[in-house]
């Protein structure tokens, strides 16, 4: 099946082939065909990575002694500069000591280590021991955001993604998912704990009297050529490829100074391994080799263990030079290519949820799935639908922009704080901002009397609104934080696209507001969108269709139906814009939820004043069946299998996607 293109590798090559994005004349730039990484007729060979880890252990005492940490940045800095000579990349991995030095010396290393463009990450020293009886997976999971999050607070959490460690019988891969990381690496033994011991690679070698013995810290699998590749897991139930979850980063080789021994990191540890350009001719067939036989249509790695104590020690220093020294002259040949670990992720996932061959971006049809949220009559049904449409676009890997109005963001912070982090943290996710009564300037609800206004008191007004919590009985703000502002204090960032509404006295002003706050797209409802076109300083979603799913076309369309339609209704130009629309009411009741409140009829006629009496949502509002209920949640799922599986017509994009093409 081909696979969805990465939005964010759609986006860089919209880019680069644009020479105006906002020529309107020509609707849209003329876009080159893309290649795919696994087209061989086109010879583009997917990297074979070289990539290190240095751990900074959680034995190790530069919180408490600086002098120690002085000493670990003079060896770090040393290592960097030698690696730069010769274009290689080193990563450094902490765990807490070293990690909290960097605050507590106020010398934050890290950083210094990424601006230099070499690699950062966290070290897991957790959940795995010989005498590991097991701890629940939440457990687990304190524990590994305890590690990232002193390193967040370093580096920041986008260029924070991997845990090198953090293993035992508990589900470290879900985890390390809870926790926040995108991928693991350091794999070995110990980490097989946690899978049935059938599911284990190898053929049954990997038993638990195995792993505890001789095997804890042996690199796994055991055959070379199947632990250069990537893997993706949603959890620890076997060592099978999964759609979505977390990276498995492997590739280990073990410590570099004991590869021509054969020795185990372990057996590396301390100053016992002297690194010999022995070691590092065996590095260089072992690259060699696996360049002869890997499947040149997927990213590999490899990774060498650079222990703190071998870059310390000065008769080390020749053999290092050596070893980037040749494996420049790899690199310079096309063999290899050195890479952060967190890069070397980065393009796995460019590769896994990559472009085909066939695919012409000047043809596509970009889709959005929006997701309008705002039943705050039912905020838990709301909740378990939300997590439920999040779960679907992580499986199929396909963006999707929520929209949430003040009221339901109010709910979720009380009674589902979860679900507002994992709407920050999901990659698919691109969280916006619309209006539902009473607010006054919401479209045809002016009850306020807003036309008396002059400009000034309207700014205020307005200004009131969107920085302040709503009262559903009064209509009016409160002193408490809400509306645009507090969702954006909320996501860590401002909701990409805020629906401007109102009569004509009410737009410049919501629309400046929003602008000043970060917003940069709006949207309207009154026709087709051309692309690039702007209103009141924002961006105008584009929108050649508007495709209202949730009504279905009756019951017995299945969204491949509704989409093969609406195909035919955009016509043969491209590349066009489609939003696939919902309610997450749609999944649960036949109505608004709340009209009852705010009109007499639910064609939003005989507009009704507050005090609002919010006892009458719901009042003769038909829940759907759990037939009708199973209707609407398979044609969702339909539509995104379709749009996922034929990526030749669509490109699945959501707002910050937009933000990306607009800027470009």
Same mark, same amino acid.
């Given at each position: 099946m081909k696979k969805l293109i990465l939005s964010i590798f759609v986006l860089s090559l919209f880019i680069s082939a644009c020479s105006n994005p906002f020529d309107t004349d020509s609707n849209m730039p003329t876009i080159e065909p893309a290649t795919n990484n696994n087209d061989d007729e086109q010879n583009v060979t997917a990297p074979l990575f070289l990539t290190t880890m240095t751990h900074m252990e959680a034995s190790f005492t530069d919180d408490k002694v600086q002098t120690v940490f002085e000493k670990h940045i003079g060896v770090l800095t040393a290592?960097?500069?030698?690696?730069?000579?010769?274009n290689a990349i080193i990563t450094v991995e902490t765990e807490k000591p070293f990690a909290k030095a960097n605050e507590i010396w106020g010398k934050n290393f890290m950083k210094e280590i990424l601006d230099r463009g070499h690699g950062v990450g966290t070290h897991c020293d957790v959940g795995?021991?010989?005498q590991d009886k097991g701890i629940s997976t939440d457990a687990l999971a304190a524990q590994m955001t305890e590690n990232k999050s002193l390193v967040d607070s370093l580096v920041g959490e986008k260029n924070n993604l991997g845990c090198s460690g953090g293993a035992g019988t508990s589900d470290w891969i879900t985890s390390a998912q809870k926790a926040g990381f995108t991928y693991i690496n350091g794999i070995v033994g110990m980490h097989m704990l946690a899978i049935p011991e059938k599911e284990r690679p190898d053929n049954g070698k990997w038993t638990n009297k195995y792993i505890l013995g001789e095997g804890f810290h042996q690199n796994v699998p055991? $055959?070379?050529?199947?632990?250069?590749?990537?893997?993706?897991?949603?959890?620890a139930k076997d060592f099978k490829e999964d759609k979505s979850g977390l990276v498995i980063s492997n590739g280990e080789l073990g410590a570099l100074a004991g590869l021509y021994e054969n020795k185990m990191d372990v057996e590396c540890s301390g100053n016992t391994c002297t690194l010999t350009n022995e070691d590092v001719d065996t590095l260089i067939e072992t690259i060699k080799e696996v360049?002869?036989?890997?499947?040149?249509?997927r990213p590999a790695k490899l990774t060498v263990y650079l222990p703190t104590s071998l870059l310390e020690e000065s008769k080390n220093e020749e053999s290092l030079r050596y070893f980037f020294s040749e494996t420049k002259l790899l690199q310079d040949e096309g063999l290899m290519e050195w890479s952060s670990q967190a890069n070397a992720v980065k393009t796995y996932i460019d590769y896994r949820d990559g472009i085909t061959a066939d695919s012409t971006l000047d043809k596509t049809v970009y889709t959005d799935f929006v997701i309008n949220v705002h039943d705050w009559t039912n905020p838990q049904k709301s909740t378990e639908t939300l997590n439920k449409i999040i779960d679907l676009h992580e499986e199929y890997r396909v963006p999707v922009d929520i929209f949430l109005d003040d009221q339901i963001t109010q709910f979720y912070v009380d009674e589902s704080p979860e679900l507002l982090d994992r709407l920050k943290t999901s990659k698919y996710v691109a969280v916006s901002y619309h209006l539902r009564p009473p607010y006054p300037y919401y479209w045809g609800?002016?009850?306020?009397?807003l036309t008396n206004l002059n400009k000034t008191e309207l700014t205020e007004l307005i200004l009131n609104y969107e920085e302040h919590k709503i009262d559903?009985?009064?209509?009016?703000p409160t002193d408490e934080p809400g509306g645009y502002q507090y969702l954006k204090d909320l996501m860590g960032y401002a909701p990409y696209t805020a629906v401007v509404?109102? $009569?004509?006295?009410?737009?410049?002003i919501l629309a400046k507001i929003y602008k000043d706050k970060g917003a940069l797209i709006t949207l309207t409802h009154n026709g087709t969108t051309a692309w690039g076109e702007v209103q009141n300083g924002l961006f105008m979603r584009p929108e050649d269709l508007e495709v209202k799913v949730y009504e279905g076309g009756g019951s017995k369309k299945s969204g491949e139906e509704i989409l093969s339609e609406s195909l035919t209704a955009l016509g043969p130009n491209r590349p066009a814009f489609m939003n696939l629309k919902w309610h997450e009411n749609d999944f649960y009741t036949s109505e608004t939820p709340w009209w009852p409140v705010y009109w007499t009829d639910n064609e939003e006629r005989g507009l009704l004043y507050p005090p609002y009496d919010i006892s009458k949502a719901m009042s003769g509002i038909k829940e759907k069946t759990q037939k009708t209920a199973d209707i609407q949640w398979t044609r969702y799922e339909e539509c995104l299998s379709y749009i996922s599986s034929h990526p030749e017509t669509f490109t699945a994009i959501n707002a910050k996607d937009l933000v990306g093409m607009f800027e470009g």
């Open positions: 290592t960097m500069d030698l690696a730069d000579e010769y795995g021991s010989k055991t $055959n070379l050529e199947d632990r250069i590749y990537f893997t993706t897991l949603k959890d360049d002869s036989f890997r499947d040149k249509t609800y002016d009850w306020y009397g559903l009985l009064t209509g009016k509404m109102g $009569n004509p006295e009410v737009l410049p």
